[in-house]
Nanobody
Framework: QVQLVESGGGLVQPGGSLKLSCAAS????????VGWYRQAPGKSRELVAS??????????NYADSVKGRFTISRDNAKNTVYLQMNSLKPEDTAVYYC???????WGQGTQVTVSS
């Protein structure tokens, strides 16, 4: 089973950028699909972006609300998946979680707050 640890959250002004990292343990990391989810207060958890395994970096998918602003990527040599978030909006405020979508392991989450 893969263990996941997120980092990189914080407070940023609208229009700003943050880069989240999801560090994974385990030798199977390069063969799993990883997703970034978020959960805002009073709302259900939603899938923001995902990336499949692949020698060339994998296939990516994005929620409509973040297309063109967020980029998911992976570095299998570092067992890490990233979420680059640009042009952040107040509605992006949430706890962000990464997930091993093959086996259902979750990280502890990292808070992202977009506010002036």
């Amino acid at each position: 089973q893969v263990q996941l640890v997120e980092s990189g959250g914080g407070l940023v002004q609208p229009g700003g950028s943050l880069k989240l990292s999801c560090a994974a343990s385990g030798s199977i990391f390069s063969s799993i699909t990883v997703g970034w989810y978020r959960q805002a207060p009073g709302k259900s958890r939603e899938l923001v972006a995902s990336i499949t395994p692949g020698i060339s970096g994998g296939t990516t998918n994005y929620a409509d609300s973040v297309k063109g602003r967020f980029t998911i990527s992976r570095d299998n040599a570092k067992n890490t998946v990233y979420l680059q978030m640009n042009s952040l909006k107040p509605e992006d405020t949430a706890v962000y979680y990464c997930c091993d979508m093959n086996f259902g392991s979750w990280g502890q989450g990292t808070q992202v707050t977009v506010s002036s």
